[in-house]
Nanobody
Framework: QVQLVESGGGLVQAGGSLRLSCAASLSIFRLYVMGWYRQAPGKERELVATLTRGGTTDYADSVKGRFTISRDNAKNSLYLQMNSLKPEDTAVYYC?????????WGQGTQVTVSS
């Protein structure tokens, strides 16, 4: 069973940057389309970035041009570089496959952007 552990969140001022990391217990990145999701307080979890096995990326309109998803297969790691952060980016961020694997959800990492 795959386990995903997210890290790299924190408190940052608007306009700042953070790099999130996701470590997987298994080599799933070669097998699945992977994505970064986020859930803000009182809102549904949403998919913000996708990376296919072939390396094609896609982003939600709200983060396009500011976030970059990438992976390192050798390290079983997925990354999300977040630049020009806005207060509305405040959320818990998770990595998972797309569509998500229910048993694979991790604890997430909190990102808080102050204005």
């Amino acid at each position: 069973q795959v386990q995903l552990v997210e890290s790299g969140g924190g408190l940052v001022q608007a306009g700042g940057s953070l790099r999130l990391s996701c470590a997987a217990s298994l080599s799933i990145f070669r097998l699945y389309v992977m994505g970064w999701y986020r859930q803000a307080p009182g809102k549904e979890r949403e998919l913000v970035a996708t990376l296919t096995r072939g390396g094609t990326t896609d982003y939600a309109d709200s983060v396009k041009g500011r976030f970059t998803i990438s992976r390192d297969n050798a390290k079983n790691s997925l990354y999300l570089q977040m630049n020009s952060l806005k207060p509305e980016d405040t959320a818990v961020y998770y990595c998972n496959a797309v569509p998500s694997i229910n048993e694979a959800w991790g604890q997430g990492t909190q990102v808080t952007v102050s204005s």
